[in-house]
């Protein structure tokens, strides 16, 4: 699901500019970059810098934002002129529409011409990291989710990222009092996932992982009592690195619940969960609604942490 966005007109501010009948920035003006007194956080994820989370400003609009955010590059800027290698820019300006003086929103949007719009009126975007041994289903359930589609081959997944834009009803306001006839505010976040390769004995978790995400989905298979041994290494790993960010441990392949494959049940998973204090699932990836839960329950645990520390 990809929300339409905002209208927005280009500044006109004189903050830069474009002529889109020429390619020769030499005479554009470049952005006035936002002083790092008046910015402690990135404007897009919102969390603070730190030695860790570096700030980087928009060669194109000026604003801030952190390493997770974007680690794009680009030429042909307003003020620089032509031959001027890569500069660094926010992931809106990076895709912006040269022959329009436009950008997309998001690499899921490709029709050209979309509107420029601010930071403050994009998704909130959330990172969530997939975790567990090799062969326990996380590739299959970021499938499921994102293309309602089951792949039961297994391949072994190097890396990826996917983004997925979600819209989380704000159930404190269900009780508003508008005759039920309208439907629920709500906030639209942009979840991105990644999908980590399978964790081995020897690499359990590698902290670069670490770096801009807010929660954890750790997978094990209810058929692998060795994934499920594994859970307790790799959350022991990730607390060293992120000792607060919400996780929850999901187990895989209920769907064989009345095989005789099944290893560990499901309250020996609950039981595990609470012991470490996460959230705990079964599921399966063979249905595209038992899949879904798992992301939106991740999400609200992010958002439920969020809360807490405001």
């Given at each position: 699901?990809?929300?339409?966005?905002?209208?927005?007109?280009?500044?006109?501010?004189?903050?830069?500019?474009?002529?889109?009948?020429?390619?020769?920035?030499?005479?554009?003006?470049?952005?006035?970059?936002?002083?790092?007194?008046?910015?402690?956080?990135?404007?897009?994820?919102?969390?603070?810098?730190?030695?860790?989370?570096?700030?980087?400003?928009?060669?194109?609009?000026?604003?801030?934002?952190?390493?997770?955010?974007?680690?794009?590059?680009?030429?042909?800027?307003?003020?620089?002129?032509?031959?001027?290698?890569?500069?660094?820019?926010?992931?809106?300006?990076?895709?912006?529409?040269?022959?329009?003086?436009?950008?997309?929103?998001?690499?899921?949007?490709?029709?050209?011409?979309?509107?420029?719009?601010?930071?403050?009126?994009?998704?909130?975007?959330?990172?969530?990291?997939?975790?567990?041994?090799?062969?326990?289903?996380?590739?299959?359930?970021?499938?499921?989710?994102?293309?309602?589609?089951?792949v039961e081959d297994y391949t072994p997944t190097i890396a990826q990222t996917q983004r997925v834009v979600l819209k989380r009803p704000l159930l404190?306001?269900?009780?508003?009092?508008?005759?039920?006839?309208?439907?629920?505010?709500?906030?639209?976040?942009?979840?991105?996932?990644?999908?980590?390769?399978?964790?081995?004995?020897?690499?359990?978790?590698?902290?670069?992982?670490?770096?801009?995400?807010?929660?954890?989905?750790?997978?094990?298979?209810?058929?692998?009592?060795?994934?499920?041994?594994?859970?307790?290494?790799?959350?022991?790993?990730?607390?060293?690195?992120?000792?607060?960010?919400?996780?929850?441990?999901?187990?895989?392949?209920?769907?064989?619940?009345?095989?005789?494959?099944?290893?560990?049940?499901?309250?020996?998973?609950?039981?595990?969960?609470?012991?470490?204090?996460?959230?705990?699932?079964?599921?399966?990836?063979?249905?595209?609604?038992?899949?879904?839960?798992?992301?939106?329950?991740?999400?609200?645990?992010?958002?439920?942490?969020?809360?807490?520390?405001?």
């Amino acid at each position: 699901m990809v929300s339409t966005p905002s209208t927005h007109s280009l500044p006109s501010s004189g903050s830069f500019s474009l002529n889109n009948n020429n390619n020769n920035n030499n005479n554009s003006v470049r952005p006035n970059w936002k002083p790092d007194t008046d910015v402690n956080a990135c404007e897009k994820c919102r969390l603070t810098f730190t030695l860790i989370r570096r700030r980087h400003h928009c060669r194109r609009c000026g604003g801030i934002f952190c390493d997770a955010c974007s680690s794009n590059r680009r030429t042909g800027l307003p003020g620089f002129p032509s031959g001027t290698p890569p500069q660094r820019v926010c992931d809106t300006c990076f895709l912006m529409d040269k022959g329009l003086g436009e950008v997309l929103v998001n690499d899921s949007m490709v029709a050209p011409g979309l509107p420029y719009v601010p930071f403050e009126n994009r998704p909130k975007e959330r990172r969530v990291c997939i975790l567990g041994h090799a062969g326990v289903g996380k590739s299959a359930l970021l499938q499921q989710f994102t293309h309602r589609q089951f792949v039961e081959d297994y391949t072994p997944t190097i890396a990826q990222t996917q983004r997925v834009v979600l819209k989380r009803p704000l159930l404190a306001s269900s009780n508003s009092g508008d005759g039920g006839g309208a439907s629920l505010p709500h906030d639209t976040y942009e979840l991105v996932i990644i999908d980590s390769a399978g964790q081995s004995s020897c690499d359990v978790f590698q902290p670069s992982l670490s770096v801009g995400t807010h929660g954890y989905v750790i997978v094990y298979s209810i058929t692998d009592r060795v994934s499920f041994a594994e859970v307790c290494e790799i959350h022991e790993r990730l607390r060293e690195c992120h000792p607060n960010a919400p996780v929850l441990v999901v187990g895989n392949k209920s769907d064989l619940e009345r095989s005789t494959e099944r290893a560990i049940t499901a309250a020996e998973g609950a039981a595990l969960a609470a012991e470490l204090s996460c959230g705990f699932l079964e599921c399966t990836a063979t249905k595209a609604n038992v899949a879904t839960a798992v992301f939106y329950t991740i999400l609200d645990m992010i958002v439920a942490a969020e809360a807490v520390v405001c």
